[in-house]
């Protein structure tokens, strides 16, 4: 019998958060997509079109779904037809059996590749990838600017980001519903969904503890992207970044014109 993990501190220090992050997303593999769509009341599926509006993959590219996890995005992607390849990776190995097996579930011929991989040291060569696309994956990084160097390596130059990350709602009385719902009924509505309490409870603090919009926006910017925007969803509770790998030539980006 498995250990359930344990209730997180205030703030994970950095050397043990990979460590104790990927035991939380084992925990609750199997029933990840159901909480995330119980969890979010089902807006999930609604910031998930507006993510892909930014992504907007052109046809024969190739894309990467980073901290994957099952494969939300990357079967969303895949099913447009248009990528010439499709990648999920991430840490854990039950987020990953459990997309392998939603997916071959749903398209016998899976057209997704399935990688283990770290985001902070990607696995795979530099220029890689024409697009890549992080779900709720950059706030789980010990290194988020180790991270983003990484992104920056595996992309093309004018090969485009698009992230979607939690981020606290920007009316008052929002957030205090917000707070309320996050810390007292998100913990034991978790538990009930996937029988673990302590992956929701570190949701909840590590919401709270990662930068803000702006500094985000600074950060992807320093790792070498230009045109970087946000987009806050549902007043704030997800923003969505988007961004273009600094070209070292004149070469045009494949990429159309960045959403409003
Ligand atoms: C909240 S889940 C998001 C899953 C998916 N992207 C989605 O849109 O629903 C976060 C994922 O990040 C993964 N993760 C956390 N730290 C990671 C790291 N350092 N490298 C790769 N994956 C990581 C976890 O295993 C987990 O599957």
Not at 53 to 76: N, Q, T, V, W, Y
Not at 107 to 136: C, K
């Amino acid at each position: 019998m498995t250990m359930s993990p344990k209730i997180p501190p205030k703030q994970i220090p950095a050397s043990d958060k990979k460590k104790v992050v990927v035991q939380y997303f084992d925990a609750i593999g199997q029933r990840y997509d159901l909480a995330d769509t119980l969890m979010s009341f089902g807006l999930h599926f609604f910031w998930r079109r507006a993510v892909l509006k930014h992504l907007a993959p052109a046809k024969g590219s190739r894309i990467l779904d980073l901290c994957g996890g099952a494969g939300e995005f990357a079967r969303r992607i895949a099913g447009t037809g248009a990528p010439g390849m499709t990648a999920v990776s991430d840490l854990s190995r039950s987020m990953l059996a459990a997309g392998k097996r939603r997916t071959r579930e749903k398209t016998p011929e899976n057209p997704i590749q399935w990688v283990r991989s770290d985001a902070e040291q990607l696995g795979f060569a530099e220029n890689s990838f024409d697009g890549v696309i992080v779900g709720y994956g950059i706030r789980n990084l010990s290194d988020l600017s180790r991270g983003l160097h990484e992104i920056q390596r595996v992309l093309v130059p004018g090969g485009k980001l698009v992230i979607m990350e939690f981020s606290i709602p920007q009316s008052r009385w929002l957030r205090v519903l917000y707070h309320w719902y996050s810390f007292w009924v998100m913990p034991g509505f978790g538990r009930l969904i996937t029988g673990e309490e302590a992956p929701f409870v570190y949701l909840a603090k590590s919401i709270r503890t990662f930068p803000p919009p702006k500094k985000v926006r600074e950060m992807i910017a320093s790792a070498g992207f230009v045109r970087v925007t946000n987009q806050p969803l549902s007043n704030g509770l997800v923003t969505v970044y988007s961004a273009i790998k600094q070209e070292r030539s004149c070469h045009t980006p494949s990429w159309g014109p960045d959403i409003p």
